[in-house]
């Protein structure tokens, strides 16, 4: 009955031995610290950079999402991810990547000052970034700690007992009773991440996030065979889905989605562009031939791990049925497992597995905010002298500590109020919504700083008043599930924003000075931009 739980136990003991193991190979440095001595090669690239970008959204969340939603969810985010990704790895993570090494940048902030030459841009940046990571955490720890509720189920109904209340008034136990509480398994989630990340700094990261996509990518299709096998197979799955009234709508969905919804989902994934964790990861590469790897393989994983959960989910809508009061979407993956995988070995396994994902992205997350605390707030304002190297990763792992205070509190405050799926959603579409920054700083050169501000201060605003409607503000009863404006989703109205108050403001102010422009665009006037 323990088995699943003693395979985790073992699972979260081996990334302490490997963050304790990446210490070892440390040099000492803030640049080993935060950006791995830009010495990492492709197969850890790719790695990292999957694991990173692949989180509980994908894996928890899309299976909850299917479950509610339908099949349709693999085309709204898989197949456009695996477009849209590797589209952006190659236009503008490579350039990053080359500016990054030519003048040993650290954080996304640091380029933005020196392209801009704005102190004030770094500043204004860095609360927003953050602002905008904090939803990318939670969906983490809520998902780490839905599925281990799920998953332990029944393995402690003393210590975790929890009833439901019947249609008839009386009570029962619920389906998740003795299993362990969300609270509890989002923090012990966190401080693994937090250990490992706190001695190991990124390297820790890098070597975790390449045993976890390892880990998470071969579970998770011994999950997909077992779950579908245990269903009599693919094809009798799939009668099941169309036999049931609960499940066979989402089978298909055709008029219930406007093509607008769809079409502007594809927006959605040009948040990579701009998140300050991956921005971190491109400058680990040791050269630019080590994003090839990357940009070829990124679609394919993505592939394989988002549809086997996908289906996972549009099959729960016939295994398990409607939710009943107090279960959420989020648990479908566990309940599935729980269920259905029945040898307790592999059940552990599984369960490794998602919490791999899970933490992949959490632990390049935590490292990228130290470091840009530490370098473009404290450095900045007290002086980079004042420090030596050794107090500088101090600085780093402190706010590491309290960035992990802060995600947890809230994680544990909307765990019951958000799906994972659209906390993800909305953090991925106010990062796409800055991504006209990015390219413009990468290829324009007329771009301006005041327009960059003015681009980066409209979008955050309007992310903000969108964000609380749709997810914290009560919505009346009859309501749409999902903010729709015009019938798009909210990710094409932040960038149509971005970029329009982006291009208006810089064309209407002095444009940047000969010598700042010509050090980002080496060569002649209409060489690498215009």
Known sequence: MYTPLWIIIGYFATLIGLGLYSRS?????????????????????????????????????????????????????????????????????????????????????????DRFQSPALSYLLFPILVLLVIPYLLVGVIAAGKFLHATTAGMFPEAFPLMRTLADGSSAPHPLSGGLPPEWGGLIVCLIVLFYVFFGGLRGAVWANTLQTSVFMITGMIAFYLISSRLGGLAAAAEMVAKSDFAAPRLAREGEM??????????????????????????????????????????????????PCILIGVWAASHLGPLGPGQSPNAVLGRMVGDLVHSPVLSGLVAAGVLAAIMSSLDSQFVCLGTMFTNDVVLRVVGRERFRDSQVILLGRGFIVAVVAVTYGLAMWLKDSAQVFDLGVWCFSGFAGLFPVVVAAVYW??????????????????????????????????????????????????????????????LLTRPPAPEVVARFFPGKPGEGGR
Do not use: N
């Not at 085309?75 to 990547?97: C, D, E, K, N, T």
């Not at 749709?470 to 015009?486: C, M, Q, R, T, Y």
């Not at 924003?497 to 291009?503: E, N, T």
């Open 258 to 307: 406007g093509q607008l919804q769809f079409f502007t989902y594809f927006l959605v994934p040009l948040s990579v562009g701009m998140f300050p964790h991956l921005f971190q990861h491109w400058l680990t590469a040791r050269s630019a031939k080590a994003f090839r790897l990357t940009v070829i393989v990124h679609p394919i994983f993505i592939m394989l791990v988002w549809a």
């Open 25 to 113: 190979l440390s040099k000492g440095t803030s640049a080993d610290f935060f950006v791995v001595s830009r010495s990492i090669g492709p197969v850890l690239l790719l790695m990292s950079i999957f694991g990173t970008t692949m989180t509980g959204f994908a894996l928890v969340g899309s299976t909850g999402k299917a479950y509610s939603d339908g099949i349709g969810v693999y085309g709204l985010m898989a197949s456009w991810s695996g477009l849209i990704h590797s589209a952006v790895f190659f236009l503008v993570g490579i350039r990053l990547w080359a500016v990054g090494k030519r003048y040993g940048y650290l954080t996304q902030c640091e380029y933005f000052r």
């Open 445 to 506: 050169r007329r771009v301006t700083a005041t327009g960059v501000i003015t681009s980066i201060l409209v979008t955050a605003a309007a992310w903000c008043v969108l964000f609380y409607r749709d997810i914290v503000a009560e919505k009346p009863p009859g309501s749409e599930d999902e903010l729709l404006i015009f019938g798009m989703m909210p990710v094409a109205v932040l960038v149509a924003l971005s970029a329009v108050s982006l291009v208006l403001v810089s």
